[in-house]
């Protein structure tokens, strides 16, 4: 059975730093497409990062480039997403996606992810 299940989510000032993690189980890490998603009240779900296994190249939204980096452990079966320099725009309930191989619909569209975690909430507030 595949699940993900997001962690690290909390209520940090602007400007500050938060890291995400994503544990994968049920299914081998690297045969994936891995990515992050984010929505925030009242607004569409949106992506973040992605690990493409297609060309194993990591993408970024133009809105969170220089900023968020994201990684992966094979071995510890963990996905990251370290979140600097946050801003309040940043707050929203951050998903993990994994699709198998891909991406297949492009790495920004979320209709082309199998599986889902449940979240973790992160709130960029003083």
């Known amino acids: 059975q595949v699940t993900l299940v997001e962690s690290g989510g909390g209520l940090v000032q602007p400007g500050g730093s938060l890291r995400l993690s994503c544990a994968a189980s049920?299914?081998?890490?690297?045969?994936?497409?891995i990515a992050w998603f984010r929505q925030a009240p009242g607004k569409e779900r949106e992506a973040v990062s992605c690990?493409?296994?297609?060309?194993?190249?990591?993408y970024y939204a133009d809105s969170v480039k220089g900023r968020f980096t994201m990684s992966r452990d094979n071995f510890k079966k963990t996905i990251y997403l370290q979140m600097n320099s946050l801003k309040r725009e940043d707050t929203a309930v951050y998903y993990c996606?994994?699709?198998?191989?891909?991406?297949?619909?492009?790495?920004?569209?979320?209709?082309?992810?199998?599986?889902w975690g449940r979240g973790t909430q992160v709130t960029v507030s003083s």
């Open positions: 996606a994994a699709e198998v191989l891909g991406p297949t619909m492009g790495w920004d569209n979320s209709a082309g992810y199998d599986y």
């Open positions: 049920g299914f081998t890490l690297d045969h994936y497409t």
């Open positions: 690990i493409s296994k297609r060309d194993g190249r990591i």
